[in-house]
């Protein structure tokens, strides 16, 4: 018996007698104890996917109305909603990241921290040039 493209039949489970569903290429897609029971699994399968069909449609004529509002912008300008996403982005980054250090290199050619380079001038500075000739 075919129903809804699907071709019903009996087969045999050990000692039992099953009911399945057959698509066109011979797969056994649904299983059950009774006819009725074939027939409601493929009812549902069948608007299951319909469902999913509304969804998508619904979704790509969303894309598409978005396509139309947008204004028309300069060749090598971003969309609109990527400028909006990258100014929100900045403002993210600038509250949870501290402000970049200063890096320097030192004598012996490592790098020295901005702190660490202040901290050597204010001790050449405590000194003078007779202060270290005297000690």
Do not use: C
Not at 54 to 75: I, Y
Not at 76 to 97: C, H, I, N, R, Y
């Amino acid at each position: 018996m075919i129903y809804k493209k699907f071709e019903i039949s009996l087969s045999q489970n050990g000692e039992s007698i099953m009911h399945i569903a057959r698509n066109y290429a011979g797969v056994v897609i649904f299983r059950g104890d009774s006819e009725e029971n074939v027939k409601e699994l493929i009812d549902k399968s069948i608007n299951e996917q319909e469902k999913l069909e509304k969804e998508k449609e619904e979704l790509r004529r969303k894309k598409e109305e978005a396509k139309q509002n947008k204004s028309k912008r300069g060749l090598f300008q971003a969309p609109v909603e990527e400028v909006e996403e990258k100014e929100e982005v900045k403002k993210e980054e600038s509250v949870l990241t501290s402000p970049h250090q200063r890096v320097t290199r030192g004598p012996d050619g490592k790098f020295i921290s901005k702190s660490k380079l202040e901290e050597q001038q204010e001790e050449e500075k405590k000194k003078g040039f007779w202060e270290k000739l005297t000690s």
